[in-house]
């Protein structure tokens, strides 16, 4: 009987989920069949053929024709090689070998093979005999046979020197691959992977002269030095020369648009957990908001806010592949960042760039030949909150309490009068002695830790990058923290000289333990309520925590009890790469297919215990898992031209793109009856959900133009068509235009009269971008279904439409304008870029509620409103370099104005931010003619010191009926009668403060000496305001809560002198309203980063481990070390509580900003 044995990798029921990633699986099986066919390339090189047909051809003629055709490079004296000699040598593709001998035999010349370098000598002048020449061979004398006998291999020139050393950047890390020629001639050398080099000089009045791309050559005579330590000087005018401009590079003098770039090293010197966190405050029109909480994603606005309810983040571009959040990426393997501010410049995306892209391009393997390079990146820090807030203790809570209640005639609690009782039955400590710190129970010491390797190796033909990851953050509250996991692989191959093929790959995991919310409050909103005299825990309480309960008149829930007991858990794992092929077709013609996969799959599951702390109880264990992947692929086909006609350069891409994405989902929950069940199964109550979104399809063809004439006069122009499966037929395709033209002003004739100007180039742009924020049903009915109705006295299963389909939803759409210009001082020590812009979006999308006689319940999403952002940023660079000293400044300066032009909705006017712990008003107004989302309440113009004061005030109108306030009485707040009309009511209210600033700037200083380095950026916002909800929360006293020592110095008749109102529970004139009480000044200036470092000198090195280790470096990192601000909450670096952009900059007690002192080392092999 046959037998067949059959192997299946991947079980059957699994083939469909794998599906979808044989793509990028055999990508990968290329990748590793291109190594091996690379490493065979590789070994093939050292038999190379060569031809040569010299007739009576110089010595160097034939040399320099032999290194054209090879790798090798031929070192030889001068003086001892005649320059006279002809040579007359004919060869057809023989192997190098065979040429060196026949060229030996004709020139009376040694070669020996050292690597890809070939030493040239001159025989020496001694009898050479044929072995048949027997005759000759006896004539010798005896003097004779032992000169030939004793003759070393190779006979060195009595005036050769061989010179060794180490070449350096600007930081004293090694710098591979830097060219040493010696001056006058072909003859040179490379450095190694360590930086170090090797190379033999004829005598001593040889100058060797170093170069490397982005680095002031350098030249250095020998004289008697055979030891040299080489710094290289960084050429400011070539260190950004190219830049990523989407689907392809420019040079940064041809850029017309609003590009702005960040490189690896201002990356890499922060330990900060994601990429936009490192872009905080470098790069002028990007503003980027920290929320402290562990794995959040930082908010970033490109020229402000470009939506009121759809989103305004920026799109982000990987390696070619668009994507979400960037908190799966580590920054150590980020080369570069670039920012595309203008339209011009963005609408190559189109439909998804109306608030900016940003590029960001992973490292690739280091350059040179066959160089390797290995890094370890190693920190460790503890954090700390850098503010807490006063509160009171328990006596001056008591204090305060008796006059809150006194003052309303509400009666004292019960536990006021058994305050000596025991905290719990068998207590020894009492109510009086507990003085629970409840932010110390909250807030920790917490450690922060980063560990990254990496190795990055070249050969003729090959490159790769890899490295692995792990990054470790606990929060400063209790019950949170992040870590994640990150591997990755980028590789290239040069299958031939027409032929590269590459690929990028990205596997990370992490895993979030979330700050909570209980009860519509935050974790801080119960920190600052709770009471000081009740105890964190409570053994004979179940679950063993304590609350207040109906002897304490309050209500707050145990802050520690939610973090520690409640387990809300995020976990995450993430596939992205892309694989590519580049085609040379013809010199100026190349041909790239690009294939991205993204796979992501997030879960998050609750676990909400049964306890009963005395106030609240929950009884049965609730149980929440919710699991979701989502997948996208890219298929990218691109063709670029390239040429130079003379003084015309012009460079043409054309592009057809299509991009899939699907999602989908499972939410499932249920109740246990123990605490120590956390399955799901046979739970009570369960509910199951599943969902699974349709695809969606972004099917795009663009194009551009960049034409440059005579290095002075740009164009560039580019246009972007995308359909768009989310909208209806008939409105699916857009059109993204955009033009860009530059002067530069410092190329023309009559500037080299001004040397002081090295580069002055003026940009102008006009480009159209969208933004498509819609979801893909969002245009159709929504049918509700299991609905009955009666229909002759039966109930009828029947269904109803309960959305108004909206068949022209459309994109909303970006129109920007922009002037720029760049210049550059004595030889670009100086550097200034100044940019002008205005941004109009049309079609806002907005969701409406219809009537309630229409019969819809569903908003109704429509394009209904407009809006402008308008601003100028700045920025400036210098640096310099004197000896061993090192300086680099840059600055950033940034203004943006917001206005609504139009709004159609219902009175043009939005409201938002209402809360019943923050007064019951909405916070927020946003209305046509305005900024977005201005905080709308009441002027205060100070307290009622007096009855006779209030009797006078409710006299203005003349009508002994009305009351300017109706509950005002001495103690309370005075409004402001705005319209007149002698009473305070919704009329008084007005525009009290905005929370987008004037103004944001950075400042980053760096400076290096010798091995020392050191780091400083300064970070700030100015002009705008805060609503301080935890004030309102700590000074409202609207009930008997726990509170700031602020309330020690309320009004009372004896303390007539202060802005404190009286306490009064309740709150009878809601002196807690909506008001500039609460509008505190936002403003804040930030140490954000301090980083001092030592390198450890290279000749240090060099003498143990073999040389091995070429760079070590230890460092120390402060973050949030300093902090200049008038706001008095936690935080004026208010993170979000939602991404809902109408309550923003709106302090609900978001978790703060720590500040962190971490020390690092970082090691290179």
């Known amino acids: 009987m046959k037998k067949t044995l059959s192997v299946c990798l991947f079980p059957r029921t699994e083939h469909s989920k794998i599906k979808p990633y044989w793509p990028m699986i ?155 020629i010696i001056k006058g001639t072909t003859v040179g050398t490379t450095t190694d992977a360590s930086g170090r080099f090797s190379i033999t000089v004829p005598d001593e009045d040889a100058v060797l002269v170093f170069s490397f791309i982005g680095y002031l050559p350098q030249e250095v005579r020998v004289g008697s030095q055979t030891s040299l330590n080489i710094r290289m000087e960084p050429d400011v005018s070539t260190l950004t020369e190219i830049v990523v401009v989407g689907y392809g590079t420019q040079k940064r003098s041809s850029v017309t648009g609003a590009v702005a770039s960040v490189d690896s090293e201002e990356i890499t010197a922060l330990a900060v957990p994601s990429v936009q966190a490192a872009l905080q405050g470098r790069v002028a029109g990007v503003q980027v908001t920290n929320n402290g909480s562990p794995g959040s994603n ?81 920190y460790y820090g503890i954090q700390r909150a850098w503010r807490l807030l006063d509160l009171l203790n328990t006596e001056q809570y008591l204090q305060y309490g008796q006059e809150l209640l006194t003052n309303a005639g509400s009666a004292i609690p019960p536990r006021f009068s058994a305050l ?102 935050t974790i801080l909103q119960h920190v600052v309520h709770s009471v000081p005299y009740i105890p964190v825990f409570d053994p004979t309480k179940q679950g063993g925590y304590r609350a207040p309960d109906n002897n304490d008149g309050s209500d707050p829930e145990n802050p520690v009890r939610i ?24 010199p100026f013609l190349t041909y790239r297919f690009t294939f991205g996969g993204d796979f992501a799959y997030n879960r998050n599951t609750v676990s909400q215990p049964i306890y009963n702390d005395g106030f609240g109880a929950r009884l049965t264990h609730n149980l929440a898992d919710n699991r979701n992947t989502n997948h996208a692929s890219l298929y990218t086909n691109q063709l670029t031209f390239d040429k130079q006609f003379g003084k015309h350069s012009v460079n043409i891409t054309a592009v057809a793109e299509r991009q899939d994405t699907k999602s989908s989902g499972l939410n499932a929950s249920a109740q246990q009856a123990s605490n120590l069940i956390y399955s799901l199964q ?25 034409y440059e004439f005579g290095n002075k006069y740009l164009l560039s122009a580019s246009i972007r068509r995308d359909g768009y499966s989310g909208f209806a037929p008939g409105f699916k395709w857009g059109n993204f235009p955009g033009v860009s033209v530059g002067w530069r002003i410092s190329e023309e004739q009559f500037m080299s009269a001004v040397p002081a100007i090295t580069e002055l180039k003026l940009r102008a742009s006009y480009g159209s971008l969208g933004a498509n924020n819609v979801g893909p049903f969002d245009w159709q009915s929504v049918i509700n279904l299991n609905v009955t109705y009666p229909f002759n006295n039966v109930n009828q299963g029947g269904a109803y439409f309960s959305a108004l389909p909206n068949r022209e939803l459309a994109w909303e759409t970006t129109n920007m304008t922009n002037f720029g210009i760049d210049a550059g001082f004595f030889d670009n020590k100086f550097t200034l870029t100044a940019e002008y812009y205005k941004r109009k979006v049309d079609d806002l999308l907005l969701r409406l509620t219809l009537p309630p006689s229409m019969g819809y319940s569903v908003p109704y999403l429509g394009n209904v409103g407009k809006m402008e952002n308008w601003g100028f940023e700045l920025q400036a660079g210098y640096n310099k370099q004197s000896g061993n000293l090192l300086f680099n400044a840059t600055a ?192 804040y200036m930030r140490i954000k980063n301090l980083n001092i470092g030592y390198s450890v000198p290279a000749d240090v090195l060099s003498s143990f481990a073999n040389g091995t280790i070429r760079k070590l470096r230890i460092y120390a990192s402060f973050q949030n070390l300093l902090t200049v601000t008038n706001y008095k909450g936690y935080d004026p670096e208010i993170g979000y509580r939602s991404a809902n952009n109408l309550i923003q900059g709106i302090d609900y007690g978001q978790y703060p900003q720590p500040r962190a002192i971490m020390g690092g080392l970082q090691i290179g092999f």
């Open 26 to 180: 055999g990508a990968l099986l290329v990748v590793l069949s291109l190594n091996l066919q690379a490493r065979d390339t590789i070994m093939e090189e050292g038999q190379a053929r060569v031809a040569l047909s010299a007739e009576s051809a110089s010595l160097k003629e034939v040399l320099e024709s032999l290194e054209a055709q090879t790798k090798y490079r031929f070192f030889y004296n001068h003086k001892a090689l005649s320059a006279s000699e002809r040579i007359t040598l004919y060869l057809d593709n023989v192997s190098m070998e065979a040429a060196l001998r026949e060229l030996s035999a004709q020139a009376d010349l040694v070669f020996k093979i050292r690597g890809d370098q070939i030493v040239v000598k001159r025989k020496p002048a001694i009898p050479v005999l044929a072995l048949f020449d027997r005759d000759a061979y006896a004539a010798l004398s005896e003097a004779d046979l032992e000169r030939i006998t004793s003759l070393p291999e190779e006979v060195p020139f009595a005036d050769d020197i061989t010179v060794t050393g180490q070449v350096l950047d600007e930081n004293n890390s090694p710098l591979p691959s830097v060219n040493i």
């Open 298 to 378: 930082p908010i970033v606005r490109i020229r402000g806010i470009g939506s009121i309810t759809g989103s305004s983040d920026p799109l982000y571009v990987v390696d070619g592949l668009p994507t979400g959040g960037l908190n799966h990426f580590d920054p150590r393997d980020i080369e570069s960042v670039e920012v595309l501010k203008d339209a011009a410049a963005a609408a190559i995306y189109g439909s998804r760039a109306a608030n900016g892209v940003i590029l960001i391009t992973t490292k690739k393997g280091a350059a040179g030949k066959g160089g390797m390079n290995v890094e370890i990146d190693s």
């Open 420 to 521: 000596d009782d025991p905290i719990y039955p068998g207590a020894t400590q009492t109510y009086r002695q507990t003085n629970t710190d409840w932010q110390d129970a909250v807030f920790r010491t917490a450690p922060i830790y980063q560990t990254q390797a990496s190795l990055s190796a070249s050969g003729e033909k090959s490159s790769v990058y890899a490295s692995i990851g792990f990054y470790g953050q606990d929060g400063i509250m209790i019950g949170t923290d992040f870590k994640r996991y990150n591997v990755r692989f980028n590789s290239e191959f040069k299958i031939s000289n027409k032929v590269t093929f590459g690929q990028t790959l990205t596997i990370a995991a992490s895993r979030t333990s979330n700050l909570q919310e209980s009860g519509g409050r």
């Open 563 to 586: 973090q520690l007991m409640d387990k809300n858990l995020g976990e995450s794992a993430r596939a992205f790469g892309t694989a590519y092929v580049n085609i040379n077709i013809l």
């Open 682 to 706: 046979a739970g009570q109550n369960m509910n199951i959900g599943f969902n699974e979104t349709n695809p969606t399809t972004l099917v795009s063809y663009l194009g551009r133009i960049n």
């Open 892 to 1083: 950033n300066f940034t203004t943006v104005r917001n206005k609504v032009t139009d709004l159609y909705v219902p009175g043009n006017t939005i409201f938002a931010g209402q809360n019943a712990d923050f007064g019951g008003f909405n916070i927020t107004k946003t209305e046509a003619g305005y900024p977005l989302q201005g905080f709308y309440g009441w002027v205060v113009e100070g307290i009622f010191q007096s009855q006779a004061e209030i009797d006078a005030a409710d006299a203005i109108d003349g009508n002994p009926g009305t009351k300017y306030q109706s509950q005002a009485a001495p103690g309370d707040l005075k409004f402001k009668d705005l319209d007149g009309n002698g009473v305070i009511d919704e009329s008084d209210r007005t525009y009290i403060g905005s929370f987008l600033p004037d103004f944001t700037y950075g400042l980053n200083l760096s400076a290096s000496y010798k091995n020392f380095d050191v780091t400083l950026f300064i970070q700030g916002v100015h002009g705008n305001e805060v609503y301080n909800g935890v004030k309102v929360l700590t000074q409202g006293m609207l009930r008997l809560f726990g509170a700031e020592t602020a309330v020690l110095n309320a009004w009372t008749p004896e303390n007539p002198n202060t802005d404190v109102p009286r306490a009064v529970d309740g709150d009878p004139n809601q002196n807690s309203r909506t008001s500039t009480r609460f509008v505190e000044d936002g403003s």
